[in-house]
């Protein structure tokens, strides 16, 4: 059974910065899958935030760009999204999202979400 588990997510003053965490456990080869950050904020639709491949490639929402940073160590079976500049429309329930594969390979993982809140 696979397991992610997100941290990192608490209350932020607007400016300020915040790393978020996504460990997965488990019968995983996490190095395989494209990470995917979402969010998911009071009476808006889920919002996907960044992209990285199992090759390191980074896409990113417009609202986002040049704030935020997705990376991962897959030694550490783990991503991250590093989140400077933060503002109150960050203010969200963030997911972490690890999926690979098509038909009968297609895998989908999702986390319980941390919560992130900006305000001073």
């Known amino acids: 059974q696979v397991q992610l588990v997100e941290s990192g997510g608490t209350l932020v003053q607007p400016g300020g910065s915040l790393r978020l965490s996504c460990v997965a456990s488990g019968s995983i080869l996490f190095s395989s899958y494209v990470m995917r950050w979402y969010r998911h904020a009071s009476g808006k639709e889920r919002e996907l935030v960044a992209i990285i491949t199992s090759g390191g490639s980074t896409t990113y929402v417009d609202s986002v760009k040049g704030r935020f940073t997705i990376s991962r160590d897959n030694t550490k079976n783990t991503a991250y999204l590093q989140m400077n500049s933060l503002k109150p429309e960050d203010t969200s329930i963030y997911y972490c999202?690890?999926?690979?594969?098509?038909?009968?390979?297609?895998?989908?993982?999702w986390g319980q979400g941390t919560q992130v809140t900006v305000s001073s």
């Open positions: 999202n690890a999926r690979r594969g098509l038909g009968a390979g297609y895998s989908d993982y």
